[in-house]
Every structure is written in C-alpha cells, then in structure tokens.
C-alpha cells in the first residue's frame, strides 16, 4: 500500500461525504461531529431506541461506542448493529473500558454475540480483556506493556473480524496482513475523545472505500499526520484540540507524502 493509495481514500471520504450515525458517549458529541465534519464526513448522533434501526439503515456507517452505556443504549446499540449489518453497512466497536467493570465486559459479550462488526478500535488492555488475555486497564486507560501485534494478529484471528490497536504505534490487523502506523503526537492522549473520534473517521473512511484493511491504514495515517501538523500550531492541550480540527479539514498530499509514517508485516490468517 502506497502513499498515493492513502491520498486516495482520503479523497475518496470527501467526494461521498459519507453520513456515520454515532451511538457514543456524552463526553465526546461534540468533538466528534465536529471531527466528522472536519475530514468531509456527515454525523448523525442519536441512541433513541425509537429511532436508530431507521438511522443505521439510510447511514454509510455506523459507529458504537460504550464509553457512557446505559443498560437502555445496550438495546439501541443492538438495534442500529443488526439493522446496519442487514443493508451490508460498516459497523465498527470501540470497546471503552472493557474489562474495567463486569457490567463493560458484559455488554461487549453481548455486542459481538449479536453483531458482526468490520473493525474494532480499542488500546491495547480493551482488545486483550475481549479475548482473554491479561492486559491492566486503569479507568478507560491502556496500562503496562506487552507484544501488541501478537496481540492484535490474535483478536483478529480470535474475533474474525478487523482489529485495530491504537497507542504510541497504532496496529492494525485482518489477522494475516498486519500494518503498523508511527504517525500521532503525545498530545493525543490530553485531550478527551481523541480516540472515540478516530473510532467515527474509521467508520467514514470505511464507507467511503472497499478494501476495508487498507481504509483502515489510510484513516490512521491521516488522523497521525493532522495531529504532527496540529502541535506545530498549539501551545498546549486546549489550543491542540482547536488547531487539530482545523489540521483534519485540511491536510493535504503534499502532507501526507511527506510525513505518513507506516509499514506492513504478514503474520497469520485473514478473516476480512
């Protein structure tokens, strides 16, 4: 996969402007329509049980994440999977904090037990409590240290489904073709959302392009860059929220080709 290819998708996410309803949480909203918007994507945010299997049905993707899970968001998140994966729509998981309370994990369970998902975007302790594998996790916080390509080659494989583990180096797994993105600032991790957000641009570029691994790739290799473009403007946390909005809307190729950062390796059996 080539820089060119990248720059491709991410056109490709601006051409169809793709519309990804958004079953998150009530920390992140805001930021994350306004990160949709920002790479040329449209959000609709709604959990009404009334609503979301006619949502999840007219939407490009959908994104579901637990980070503020009421036992009522439970039934509209299974709700918008089952409807999305009826039209043939890309679902992806953002498992946040699973493994921390049983009440998480328990909700996980019964998301993959009734909804097949393209992707599932989590650090590196939410992907090992999903398949079993001890990892600590402080709050909703990824702590300790550990082979995180095993790791994400052995929940795709476990899971049959794409996985991505994001952290210092971001993974990315189909469980036989594994890349690994080194784009991304430090900065990331001040500011609330910032995964949850990339979990919503991992869902447009999704649906703005077929070969979903290299979607995948592509939509963590842009988000990378807009942030080392980001610091270059701000002063601290705040500021870097503001201009890395600004950076998402408008990265570029010349951009891209100069600063992607990322390399493939091939380890195991691909279930995508």
């Not at 051409?15 to 930021?31: E, S």
């Not at 998301?111 to 999903?130: M, Q, S, Y």
């Not at 001040?190 to 990339?198: A, H, N």
């Amino acid at each position: 996969m080539n820089r060119k290819k990248i720059i491709q998708m991410v056109e490709q996410v601006r051409i169809h402007n793709p519309l990804i309803h958004n079953l998150t949480n009530v920390v992140v909203t805001n930021f994350t329509a306004n990160g949709l918007l920002a790479i040329g994507a449209s959000p609709v945010m709604s959990t009404a049980i009334e609503e979301v299997e006619d949502l999840a049905s007219i939407s490009n993707g959908v994104l579901i994440n637990i980070g503020t899970v009421t036992s009522r968001e439970i039934e509209a998140m299974l709700l918008a999977g089952k409807a999305a994966n009826k039209k043939g729509i890309p679902v992806v998981l953002d498992p946040v904090g699973v493994g921390a309370t049983p009440f998480r994990m328990k909700t996980v369970q019964k998301l993959l037990e009734n909804v097949k998902f393209t992707a599932i975007r989590g650090n590196a302790a939410e992907i090992a409590n999903i398949i079993g594998e001890s990892w600590e996790i402080k709050g909703v916080d990824s702590q300790g240290d550990g082979d995180v390509r095993r790791l994400a080659t052995a929940a795709a494989n476990q899971l049959k489904t794409m996985v991505v583990v994001t952290g210092e180096v971001d993974i990315i797994s189909n469980g036989k073709l594994t890349y690994e993105v080194h784009n991304g600032h430090v900065w990331m991790t001040k500011v609330t959302g910032s995964g949850c957000l990339l979990g919503a641009v991992v869902s447009a570029f999704l649906a703005a392009n077929e070969n979903k691994l290299e979607a995948s790739v592509a939509a963590l290799v842009y988000y990378g860059v807009a942030a080392e473009l980001a610091v270059k403007q701000a002063t601290g946390p705040g500021s870097f929220q503001t201009a890395f909005l600004d950076a998402l809307s408008n990265v570029n190729e010349e951009e891209i080709q100069g600063l992607a950062s990322y390399n493939e390796l091939i380890i195991g059996e691909s279930h995508v």
